[in-house]
Every structure is written in structure tokens, then in C-alpha cells.
């Protein structure tokens, strides 16, 4: 029994490893804004879609608000979801780093600009996810209010 104990033990070790609580946070925190980056993305091109089939544009004679909306939301969530892209990539790189051991003192100057920048990045990750689950919202209240929409008009 001891000896299943040490195995399980040292695997959870392993798996965990070097990595740091703020590392793990960075990843599901960026990970969840993905989703919803992901969702809105999705529904927004279903939109300019919809738009597109009937004959709508951003700009001209056929110009319709609704496909200002749709180009907007498809462009913003494509940028956030770059950067949070880019972020779990930093996140998923860190944790490959081992921390620094703790016999080695760091100058005071180095570990307030990691705090600075560690939660910096986090709280840039942060904003990003709530900006995607307030589009999310967003358009979960217009679709209650207008309905989605018809993909093409029925004869």
C-alpha cells in the first residue's frame, strides 16, 4: 500500500512539478476567455453570414448597421483571441521552466518587477476573458430580444 502511495506520490510530483499556482491560473484563466473568444467568433460570423446572404453591407446603398456590428465583433474577438493565444502560449512555456531555487536571492529590484509583470499579465488575461463573456452576454441578450435572425427569407 505504501509503496502504491509513493508511485502515486511521485507521478503527482512529476506532473505538478515546477510549476507555480500564478502559471496554472494564467492557463485556465486564458483558457476560459478562449472558449468564449472561440463561441463569439463563431456566432458572429454566423451573423455576417446571414447578412451577407441578404444582400447587406457596412457601407453603400445596401448599408445596414447590423453588418457594422457583425464585422466589429468578428474583428475584436479575433484580435482578443490572438492575444489570449498568445498568452496561454507564455503560460504553457513557463510552466516548462523550473522556478529558481530558494537558496539563490534574487535582487529586490528583479522580484517586484516579476510580481509587477506576472500579475500584469494575468490581469491583462483577465480582462480579455471578461471582455469575450460580456460579448457573450451581449449577444445572448440581443437574441432574446430580436431572435437570431433568419438565414434566408422563406417564399
Do not use: C
Not at 503527482?12 to 472558449?35: H, K, M, N, Q, R
Not at 457594422?68 to 492575444?83: H, Q, Y
Not at 491583462?124 to 430580436?146: D, F, M
Amino acid at each position: 500500500m505504501i509503496k502504491i502511495l509513493t508511485i502515486f506520490g511521485g507521478v503527482l510530483a512529476a506532473a505538478y512539478g515546477s510549476v507555480s499556482d500564478i502559471e496554472i491560473l494564467l492557463v485556465v484563466v486564458t483558457t476560459i476567455g478562449l472558449l468564449y473568444g472561440f463561441y463569439n467568433i463563431r456566432e458572429m460570423y454566423r451573423a455576417w453570414i446571414i447578412l451577407h446572404r441578404q444582400g447587406k453591407t457596412d457601407h453603400g446603398p445596401h448599408y445596414d448597421a447590423r453588418m457594422v456590428v457583425a464585422i466589429n465583433g468578428l474583428r475584436s474577438e479575433i484580435a482578443r483571441v490572438l492575444i489570449q493565444l498568445w498568452l496561454v502560449t507564455l503560460g504553457v512555456i513557463a510552466m516548462t521552466i523550473p522556478e529558481t531555487p530558494p537558496y539563490i536571492h534574487e535582487p529586490f529590484k528583479l522580484v517586484i518587477f516579476g510580481f509587477i509583470f506576472r500579475w500584469g499579465i494575468i490581469g491583462t488575461s483577465l480582462l480579455l476573458s471578461l471582455k469575450s463573456y460580456w460579448g457573450y452576454q451581449v449577444r445572448q441578450r440581443v437574441n432574446e430580444h430580436y431572435g437570431e435572425g433568419e438565414p434566408e427569407d422563406q417564399p
